[in-house]
């Protein structure tokens, strides 16, 4: 079982960047999946959500309508478009799959700074 993020890196303010959560060795549609970031310093916290079969999406205030989660499931995939990126949104991004169990990734670095 592997959740392995990637596409993260240094930002400028007001800038894009798009996260991918490949995952291997289960049966990614049945589970969950979810984006947490944790800054410096502070908790973890949920970004966002989207259901199994990625009909359903959820997100925290501070992201809504600036992040975008999605899947592709026949890619065992889980993505965050992120828009409009501010300094706060700083953190160390990691997918997660929540289901039967929980699988976790090892984190992507995401640094919003000019």
């Known amino acids: 079982v592997q959740l392995v993020e990637s596409g993260g890196g240094l930002v400028q303010p007001g800038g894009s960047l798009r996260l991918s959560c490949a995952a291997s060795?289960?049966?990614?549609?049945?589970?969950?999946g979810r984006w947490y970031r944790q800054a410096p310093g502070k908790e973890r916290e949920l970004v966002a959500a989207?259901?199994?079969?990625?009909?359903?999406?959820n997100y925290a205030g501070s992201v809504k309508g600036r992040f975008t989660i999605s899947r592709d499931n026949a890619k065992n995939t889980v993505y965050l478009q992120m828009n409009s990126l501010k300094p706060e949104d700083t953190a160390v991004y990691y997918c997660?799959?929540?289901?039967?169990?929980?699988?976790w990734g090892q984190g992507t670095q995401v640094t919003v700074s000019s």
């Open positions: 060795g289960f049966t990614f549609s049945s589970y969950a």
């Open positions: 989207i259901n199994g079969a990625g009909g359903t999406t």
């Open positions: 997660a799959a929540v289901g039967t169990h929980d699988y």
